[in-house]
């Protein structure tokens, strides 16, 4: 167990809809980052942010965007959903940026 | 574009065997990199990091190997077991800006057989 949780685990909706993914960091990281593994890929970073600011941009689609609330939990949201955004959304954290990244469990999700 | 990459996407070895799993990377100016496994259905799992300011690191059955003259990146498994069996990622981290540059290859599927 990496300390970092996720929820939902699990998440099926349909083309054109938002989902919101959840995060809880380590205790004491104040970096997270979103990351998306399709089938067969690797990890395709997405955003990151520190201490509720962002400071990185990856492969991020528009229609999708992400936060760090005061008490460094993050959300992604994805909204006008494809069935090519189905994949694995992993969230990781870290201490401080650039120092290893722990990560959760991911969600999966699924767009029919 | 600058990437980390695998030599090989799939791995056999026997149980017992040692098990070597290579990285190339291509951020010369790059000086953190960790090693991941990843199980099926589950998160990566941080294995061992190294920094360049060293060449060799060992922990428990795994040991990395970092050749910055050629940009190469090892990690060796000692006595493999069946537990073994997954994926597994190099990653780059640079110490400067740029964390979008923080790529994971494809990784190396390792099968162990029994």
């Known amino acids: 167990d990496s300390g970092v949780t996720q929820t939902p685990k699990h998440l099926i909706t349909a083309t054109g809809q938002r989902v919101t993914l959840r995060c809880s960091p380590r205790s004491g990281d104040l970096s997270v980052y979103w990351y998306q593994q399709s089938l067969d890929q690797g990890l395709q970073f997405l955003i990151q942010y520190y201490n509720g600011e962002e400071r990185a941009k990856g492969n991020i689609l528009e229609r999708f965007s992400a936060q760090q609330f005061p008490d460094l939990h993050s959300e992604l949201n994805l909204s006008s959903l494809e069935l090519g955004d189905s994949a694995l959304y992993f969230c990781a954290s870290s201490v401080e940026q650039g120092e290893t990244q722990y990560f959760g469990p991911g969600t999966r999700l699924l767009v029919l | 574009g600058e990437s980390v990459g695998l030599h090989l996407p799939t791995l056999s070895v026997q149980e017992g065997d040692n098990s070597i799993i290579n990285c190339a990377y291509s951020n010369s100016a790059s000086d953190y990199f960790i090693w991941y496994k990843q199980e099926s259905g589950k998160g990566p799992q941080f294995i061992i990091d190294i920094r360049s300011n060293m060449d060799k690191r060992q922990g428990q059955r795994v040991t990395v190997l970092l050749n910055k003259t050629v940009k190469h990146l090892s990690l060796q498994i000692a006595a493999t077991q069946p537990g073994d069996s997954a994926v597994y990622f190099c990653?780059?981290?640079?110490?400067?800006?740029?964390?979008?540059?923080?790529?994971f290859g494809s990784g190396t599927k390792l099968n162990v057989k029994p």
């Open positions: 990653a780059e981290i640079p110490r400067l800006y740029n964390f979008n540059k923080f790529y």
